[in-house]
């Protein structure tokens, strides 16, 4: 199975970021973290991003916040799908959001909520089921489960 790869550009990201990584955890999916930041630290981070898939992953989230650079330079040194975690930092994340989601053209990176962790890892998920029957059984499960989740409490509220 291919790994995800979680960076995020400050260690003050690993309280939202870790809610990605309990998502693939409980799906068995093997991940790494990293701190790599797109400013600081250029030249880790373009390796990474370039080695990638060499080194057995399938896709890369990216979290940072304000500039929110991160994600698009790990873009920017892969074909791998790369999820951008805007971080609510200055600005409620609105900053952290538009510089995730306006990438140019050739350069895509898929765009969650603001410090929407858990949905880059569903999102993640989705991307390695596509060749995993695996991973897609368990995704429609637990899709199936929180249904059946909200239609009981529907019952009790009806009661």
Avoid: W
């Avoid at 797109?38 to 898939?53: C, D, I, K, S, W």
């Avoid at 074909?79 to 994340?93: H, N, R, W, Y």
């Amino acid at each position: 199975m291919k790994k995800v790869g979680i960076i995020m550009g400050s260690a003050s990201d690993l309280p939202v970021v870790q809610k990605a990584a309990d998502v693939l955890k409980e799906f068995g999916v093997p991940y790494e973290m990293h701190i790599y930041s797109a400013h600081r630290t250029p030249v880790q981070a373009r390796e990474f991003a370039e080695n990638a898939r060499k080194n057995g992953f399938g896709v890369i989230i990216a979290a940072a916040g304000m500039a929110a650079h991160l994600a698009g330079a790990m873009a920017a040194g892969t074909t791998l799908p790369v999820i951008g975690i805007p971080i609510k930092s200055s600005l409620d994340g609105m900053d952290a959001l538009l510089a995730t989601v306006q990438m140019p053209s050739g350069i895509p990176v898929a765009t969650v909520a603001i410090d929407g962790a858990k949905n880059a890892a569903f999102l993640a998920l989705e991307i390695l089921a596509v060749c995993d029957e695996s991973l897609s059984e368990k995704l429609a499960a637990q899709r199936a489960a929180a249904a059946d989740d909200i239609l009981a409490k529907d019952r009790e509220l009806n009661m």
